[in-house]
Every structure is written in C-alpha cells, then in structure tokens.
C-alpha cells in the first residue's frame, strides 16, 4: 500500500484559490470586450437592442406609427438619430414658413375613419413644397416646439415622388417593444 501525506499550509492554499479565481475573471472580462468590438452592431427596430447608431432608419408603413409613437413619447433618447421616409406636405397655421408636416393618414381601428400624423420637419425652402405633396426626406429627428416640445426633423435630403399605393398607415401597436434605436 502506498501513502503519501501532503502538507498544505493554509496560506499557500488561499493564495493558490485566489489565483485561479483572478485568471478566471481576467479571461472571462477579455472574452467580454473582445466580443463587444467584434460583434455587429446593425440593429433592427424594437428587438430591445438599445445601443445608438449613426445609420439612417427606415420608416415603413408597418413601423411608421409605433416609430412615430415611440420618438414622440421619449424624444430625447432619439435626438440626433437620422430617418428616412415619404410622406405628404401639410401644413396648419401655427407653424413656421420653413416649416411643414411631413403626413400620413392613420387608420383609426374598427372604424373607417383615418387622422392625419406626422413629424414636423423644418427646411429653409419648405414653401417651394406644395401642400399634399408626396416627398420622400431624409433627416435627423431634433427637439421642436408646437405647443410644447415635440420631434422635429431637420431635413437634409428631400425629393418629389409619388402617391404610394396604399397611403394610409396602421394605428400602433399595442405591443411595440420601446428601444432607443430605429431599425
């Protein structure tokens, strides 16, 4: 029979535990931040990824209201984002020369009847648009007053297009997931 007697001071024991313990966390932090710089960061809208992009988002007739709902509920965790989108001039008396909404119509649910919505977007030749109008802008979403504060985008691109198809939008969701990232 053989017996071998190991003799441990307590010390050395901790200080061998805590050494593994450190390399571990070390590993463990490293294989964190390299997979943060290594992964996409392409988003899309209401995963529940909230990480800021500089890429333009996309409205579409799907996601316009819940997006249009979402930015208006927490502006300012999207000031600065950039959008792109088509929609008609409108205009009410209280706004600006340099300014229009940029509109849909949204079906009211259950029902027939549709309201208009809409961002309020500013441009220095806004009254070279004719009212209703169909353009398709790009922009970014900054704060604006109407009656309070309200998104406002300041357009960078504009372009004359035509009627879509189906103008009328969807009411939002009951559902939508809120993400501080429009894609």
Known sequence: MFVCNIKVSRTKFFKGILAVMAIVCIALAGM??????????????????????????????????????????NLDTYIGQKICYTGY??????????????????????????????????????????????????????KGYYFGDIPCIHIAEIEKTEEPENCVVPAPDENFIETSVIY
């Open 32 to 73: 964190g931040i390299f997979k943060m710089y290594s992964s996409n960061h392409e988003v899309e809208i209401f995963n529940g990824n909230c990480m800021p992009s500089n890429e333009i988002a996309y409205l579409t007739d799907e996601n316009y209201t819940n997006i249009l709902k979402e930015v208006h509920e």
């Open 89 to 142: 001039v409108y205009r009410v008396p209280e706004i600006e020369e340099n300014q229009f909404i940029l509109a849909r119509d949204m079906q009211l649910e259950n029902t027939n009847q549709t309201v208009i919505v809409g961002f309020l977007c500013t441009l220095d030749n806004a009254k070279d648009f004719d009212t209703y109008s169909w353009v398709k802008i790009t922009g970014s979403i900054e």
